[in-house]
């Protein structure tokens, strides 16, 4: 189930959880223990230290995010490293080094069944007693009604915002519900990326700057370029999966010289301090490469252009 975007309300019948910016996983304990990401590719073995204390909870489907903690907030740079890793011995090492937490919000069966037709306030109800926490595996806390105090309130300890949930919504799998509202405190957006600015300097073997855009009625839609916010690993990491070709994939291309256009196969999650009315990023800075997303969910209903 998806959220969509909204701005600090408060209202009855409604309650607000802390935003927790990590890995969206659905950890299905049915036959074994398998942990999936949102495109539900398998990531169990990359987490062996959640896998290994859900062990234990037969019958249950649950919804949650993956993060790693510093100074008690989600730290996005140390999570980005366990994201991509494919070495047994390096995720075993951090795994013990730097274990990440999932961060159970809601669950889907229990003791084999489906409670999705449930509503929200007796679903967690339900996961407080399925799930054992422990110090890899939490329940997320929640209050109720007063989502602007909340929302204020999570800003001052460094979490990005809050989810509005419904008391009474339903889970449904796949939908982009309204009864769902993420709100933040800057605009982040997953784009694709069509093309790149050759680098200079230290970024020669690399590139200066990606291009960025979000699909309408199945044409690309240039947004804007990020060239800050990049790690030496990471400009690696994106420039290895470079696939150039001959024409813009944008329906209208910018006129920038130095560019190689490539297949839009690849998303990326930028900060910007807002979307400008002609659609155009103001201040984007790269955040991570999001293997978990298709290029076709990116669109410009869902960044509010």
């Given at each position: 189930?998806?959220?969509?975007?909204?701005?600090?309300?408060?209202?009855?019948?409604w309650?607000?959880?802390?935003?927790?910016d990590?890995?969206r996983?659905?950890a299905?304990?049915?036959?074994?223990?398998v942990?999936?990401?949102?495109?539900?590719?398998?990531?169990?073995?990359?987490?062996?230290?959640?896998?290994?204390?859900?062990?234990?909870?037969?019958?249950?489907i649950?919804d949650?995010?993956?993060?790693?903690f510093?100074?008690?907030?989600?730290?996005?740079?140390?999570?980005?490293?366990?994201?991509?890793?494919?070495?047994?011995?390096?995720?075993?090492?951090?795994?013990?080094?730097?274990?990440?937490s999932?961060?159970?919000?809601?669950?889907?069966?229990?003791?084999?069944?489906?409670?999705?037709?449930?509503?929200?306030?007796?679903?967690?109800?339900?996961l407080?007693?399925?799930?054992?926490?422990?110090?890899?595996?939490?329940?997320?806390d929640?209050?109720?009604e007063?989502?602007?105090?909340y929302?204020?309130?999570?800003?001052?300890?460094?979490?990005?915002?809050?989810m509005?949930?419904r008391?009474?919504?339903?889970?449904?799998?796949?939908?982009?519900?309204p009864?769902?509202?993420?709100?933040?405190?800057?605009?982040?957006?997953d784009?694709?990326?069509?093309?790149?600015?050759?680098?200079?300097?230290?970024?020669?073997?690399?590139?200066?700057?990606?291009?960025?855009?979000?699909?309408?009625?199945?044409e690309?839609?240039?947004?804007?370029?990020?060239?800050?916010?990049?790690?030496?690993?990471?400009?690696?990491?994106?420039?290895?999966?470079?696939?150039?070709?001959?024409?813009?994939?944008?329906?209208?291309?910018?006129?920038?010289?130095?560019?190689?256009?490539?297949?839009?196969?690849?998303?990326?999650?930028?900060?910007?301090?807002?979307?400008?009315?002609?659609?155009?990023?103001?201040?984007?800075?790269?955040?991570?490469?999001?293997?978990?997303?298709e290029?076709?969910?990116?669109?410009?209903?869902?960044?509010?252009?």
């Amino acid at each position: 189930m998806l959220a969509v975007s909204g701005k600090p309300f408060s209202s009855e019948g409604w309650i607000f959880e802390p935003k927790i910016d990590g890995t969206r996983c659905i950890a299905s304990a049915m036959n074994g223990l398998v942990l999936q990401n949102r495109r539900l590719v398998n990531i169990t073995f990359r987490y062996p230290e959640i896998a290994e204390t859900l062990a234990d909870a037969s019958g249950c489907i649950f919804d949650g995010e993956i993060a790693i903690f510093s100074d008690g907030r989600p730290d996005f740079a140390l999570l980005s490293e366990r994201e991509h890793l494919m070495e047994k011995l390096r995720i075993d090492y951090l795994s013990r080094a730097r274990p990440a937490s999932f961060v159970v919000f809601d669950i889907l069966f229990a003791q084999g069944k489906s409670v999705m037709d449930r509503p929200l306030v007796e679903r967690k109800s339900i996961l407080s007693q399925e799930l054992e926490e422990s110090e890899q595996v939490t329940l997320i806390d929640y209050f109720p009604e007063k989502g602007e105090k909340y929302f204020q309130a999570a800003l001052k300890v460094g979490i990005e915002g809050v989810m509005a949930k419904r008391a009474d919504s339903v889970y449904q799998p796949g939908v982009r519900s309204p009864d769902w509202v993420k709100i933040k405190k800057q605009v982040k957006l997953d784009l694709v990326v069509g093309g790149y600015i050759q680098g200079k300097g230290s970024r020669q073997p690399y590139f200066g700057g990606l291009l960025l855009g979000a699909y309408r009625s199945g044409e690309l839609v240039y947004v804007g370029r990020v060239g800050s916010g990049f790690s030496e690993q990471e400009l690696q990491m994106i420039s290895g999966d470079f696939e150039p070709i001959a024409e813009p994939p944008f329906s209208s291309p910018p006129r920038i010289q130095g560019v190689v256009w490539l297949k839009p196969k690849s998303v990326v999650q930028v900060a910007a301090m807002e979307v400008t009315e002609n659609g155009s990023l103001r201040a984007p800075v790269f955040l991570r490469a999001r293997e978990d997303k298709e290029p076709d969910e990116c669109t410009l209903d869902q960044i509010k252009m």
